[in-house]
């Protein structure tokens, strides 16, 4: 049965840092892409960054590259995201995911979801 369980979530001030992690059960990451999405509050849910399995490809939403990183633990089966830099409009429910191996940004890419850790990001 798979099994994602998003941790690490809070309150942050506007610049500072978080990091979530995802604990994965019930397939490997190494076969599958695994994704970040958030939602806020009366907004649809977007990609934030994923991590392709069959060439370790990494995209970020235009959003958040060059302050989120995303990456991965085999011997965990956990992946993680860094955020740093953090701004009022990253205030989301963020969601890890797994995806097919080819999947890319697109929530319909994605057939598990976890339970979602929320950030805000607030002074």
């Known amino acids: 049965q798979v099994q994602l369980v998003e941790s690490g979530g809070g309150l942050a001030q506007p610049g500072g840092s978080l990091t979530l992690s995802c604990a994965a059960s019930?397939?490997?990451?190494?076969?599958?892409?695994v994704g970040w999405f958030r939602q806020a509050p009366g907004k649809a849910r977007e990609g934030v960054s994923y991590?392709?399995?069959?060439?370790?490809?990494?995209t970020y939403a235009d959003s958040v590259k060059g302050r989120f990183t995303i990456s991965r633990d085999f011997a965990k089966n956990t992946i993680y995201l860094h955020m740093t830099s953090l701004k009022p409009d990253d205030t989301a429910v963020y969601y890890c995911?797994?995806?097919?191996?080819?999947?890319?940004?697109?929530?319909?890419?994605?057939?598990?979801w976890g339970q979602g850790t929320q950030v805000t990001v607030s002074s």
């Open positions: 995911a797994k995806g097919h191996s080819n999947a890319a940004l697109a929530p319909g890419d994605y057939d598990s």
């Open positions: 019930g397939f490997l990451l190494r076969y599958y892409a």
């Open positions: 991590i392709r399995p069959v060439d370790s490809r990494i």
